[in-house]
Antibody, heavy 121, light 106 residues
Framework: QVRLKESGPRLVQPSQTLSVTCTVS????????VSWVRQPPGKGLEWVGA???????DYNSALKSRLSISRDTSKNQVFLKMNSLQTDDTGTYYC???????????????WGQGVMVTVSS | EIVLTQSPTTTAASPGEKVTITCLAS?????MYWYQQKSGASPKLLIY???SLASGVPDRFSGSGSGTSYSLTINTMEAEDAATYYC?????????FGAGTKLELK
């Protein structure tokens, strides 16, 4: 059974660093890519970045300078770190498992429950 | 970056009514994906590869389209279909989502 679960702080102060962990089960992070997607309150979905099954990463260009995505393959975990947080970084952060279709397009077949992060002093 | 424009932004339908949501891409994409998000829940995959139903999705849902124009159709609206629907593409980097269509029960 595929499961993803995010964990991390609910409150982060402005200018500080957000660290969120995605613990997966039912698949290996060395066999499937994993992305982070965020959603501000009442707004739409924004792709944050991905770690490919080979270990390389891709980031949303608007966030790239503040982002780091890494993993621990022994624990089947993926990590998101975002620094210099501002109030507009407030939102729910999801990790999602990739699937790839016959046209080599990626999409998200399983999502975690998300962690709501508030950036506030 | 490919921009996905969904319409309508908000709509309401009565039980049994047919609903169509459109997603227009700023450049041609090879496939479109659709997600359903109910209030307080994570997004759930509905349609992949433009027209394939994800596991467990009722067959009143269908997807179609090509190039820059795609659509999601609910053949007969049910109360449980009230949700926000998002289209998504990754034919071209970066991955992008539409802004969402909120579907309410009339």
């Amino acid at each position: 059974q595929v499961r993803l679960k995010e964990s991390g702080p609910r409150l982060v102060q402005p200018s500080q660093t957000l660290s969120v962990t995605c613990t997966v089960s039912g698949f290996s992070v060395t066999s499937y890519h994993v992305s982070w997607v965020r959603q501000p309150p009442g707004k739409g979905l924004e792709w944050v970045g991905a770690i490919w099954k080979g270990g390389s990463t891709d980031y949303n260009s608007a966030l790239k300078s503040r982002l780091s995505i890494s993993r621990d393959t022994s624990k089947n975990q993926v990590f998101l770190k975002m620094n210099s947080l501002q109030t507009d970084d407030t939102g729910t952060y999801y990790c999602a498992k990739h699937e790839t279709d016959y046209g080599y397009n990626d999409y998200f077949d399983y999502w975690g429950q998300g962690v709501m992060v508030t950036v506030s002093s | 970056e490919i921009v996905l424009t969904q319409s309508p932004t908000t709509t309401a339908a009565s039980p049994g009514e047919k609903v169509t949501i459109t997603c227009l891409a700023s450049s041609s994409v090879s496939n479109m994906y659709w997600y359903q998000q109910k209030s307080g829940a994570s997004p759930k995959l509905l349609i992949y590869s433009t027209s394939s139903l994800a596991s467990g999705v009722p067959d009143r849902f269908s997807g179609s389209g090509s190039g820059t124009s795609y659509s999601l159709t609910i053949n007969t609206m049910e109360a449980e279909d009230a949700a926000t629907y998002y289209c998504q593409q990754w034919s071209s980097n970066p991955d992008t989502f539409g802004a969402g269509t909120k579907l309410e029960l009339k």
